[in-house]
Every structure is written in C-alpha cells, then in structure tokens.
C-alpha cells in the first residue's frame, strides 16, 4: 500500500528553527509537496521537490532525498503566525497526490 | 486575482437532507477535485475531473456524486448525508494533467450534520 508518515505534533519557540520530517512509500515518484494549513482553513502550497537536495524560499526550506524516501521541511526565525499543520503530500506514478496527515506545529513564545 | 471559490463557506444540514457544495475557478485549470478532510486527517480525495472527464474514486460512497457543467464550476451532491459525512470539503484545481502541478485549493465549506 502507500503510505506517508509524518509526526503528529511538535513544539517549538518562538525565534527558533524546527524540522518536520516526512518518510514515504509509494508506487512511483514524480514529485513531494509541503502545504501548510492553518486551522479552518484551505491548504496553501509552500514547496516542491522532484530531484534530491535541499529548495530554500525565505524562511522555509525543504530536503529531500528519493533513495531514502524522505523529506523535511525546515523553519528558521519561527513566528507565531507558522503554527499551523503541514502537510507532505507525494505525486504517484498516476500523478496522483497521497497525503499525510500532517503535523500540528504549535509555537511558544 | 485568480482564486478557486467555495460556496457557501459553512452549511447546516439535516440527517438526510440532499446538500449540495459549490466551486468555481478563474484560473482556467483543466483539473478539478473535491476532497473530504475530517479533523487532524489527511485530505481524502473523493472525485477529479480532467476536463469533462470524471474521476470516481474506488471508496467514495454512492451517497456522493458531482457534476462539472463547464471549466469554471464544479458541484458536490450529498444525497442523503449522515453524521459521519460532517467535515470540510475542499475543491481544489491544477493545470493540465501528464505531469505532476501544484493543486490550488478553495477555503474549503465546513459541513454540519445535525
């Protein structure tokens, strides 16, 4: 089956940096996204990564590494407006997303 | 600016009483899905179309059905809703399909079964 695999919640405070990983098992590959989504609210596209290595955009960046199957999104400069789920979703060999179900970040001060 | 739009943002309905979601697009995207997403889970994909060229999932229930008149609108039909379809139902669109596209989501319509 596939399967994505993320934590369920983590803490961090505020004005720190946090990784989320996200490990995988798919048929077929063609792509990992991050989205982020706020409580109530719509997901929002932050990153996608097709080739291995890191994508940096600002504060968040994300890793990713096919042979292994896995993924992190990084935050740097945490703000109280980034607590919310992030979800990792993976393209298939159907270009269809699977989804995890995301982790619950919730910022300190 | 070019946005997916849900309507309406909330809905009440009864045990059993026929509901339906809408969503339109003006992003000109050739996709369109509907999903179903309950608290601290992962978002459920219920039906896409490519086109006029529907989707049906292999475990969305026969209670759900949709229709996609043109590019621009999309519906969902819940026919007889029950307490375990209370949830949000996100409508999201990504350009032509052959290749992997970010999806483009709509504020989502949070549905209440009493």
């Known amino acids: 089956g596939q399967n994505i695999d993320q934590p369920t919640e983590m803490t961090a405070t505020e004005g720190a940096i946090v990784q989320i990983n996200c490990t995988y098992q798919t048929s077929g590959f063609n792509g990992l996204f991050w989205y982020q989504q706020h409580a109530g609210e719509a997901p929002t596209f932050l990153s996608y990564n097709v080739l291995d290595g890191l994508e940096e955009k600002g504060r968040f960046s994300s890793f990713l590494s096919r042979s292994k199957g896995y993924s992190y999104l990084l935050l740097k400069e945490l703000q109280m407006k980034d607590s919310a789920s992030y979800l990792c979703?993976?393209?298939?060999?159907?270009?269809?997303?699977?989804w995890g179900a995301g982790t619950k970040l919730i910022i300190k001060p | 600016d070019a946005m997916v739009i849900q309507n309406p943002r909330y809905q009440v309905t009864q045990f059993g009483k026929p509901v339906t979601l809408s969503c339109s697009q003006t992003?000109?995207?050739?996709?369109m899905y509907w999903y179903q997403q309950k608290s601290s889970q992962a978002p459920k994909l219920l039906f896409h179309y490519y086109d006029k060229d529907f989707n049906n999932e292999a475990d969305t229930p026969d209670n759900f059905q949709s229709r996609r008149p043109n590019t621009s609108f999309c519906f969902l039909d819940i026919r007889s809703p029950g307490l375990g379809d209370a949830a949000m139902y996100l409508c999201a669109t990504s350009p032509p399909s052959g290749r992997t596209d970010t999806q483009y989501f709509g504020p989502g319509t949070r549905l209440t079964v009493l």
């Open positions: 992003l000109n995207h050739n996709v």
């Open positions: 979703a993976v393209s298939d060999s159907n270009y269809q997303l699977i």
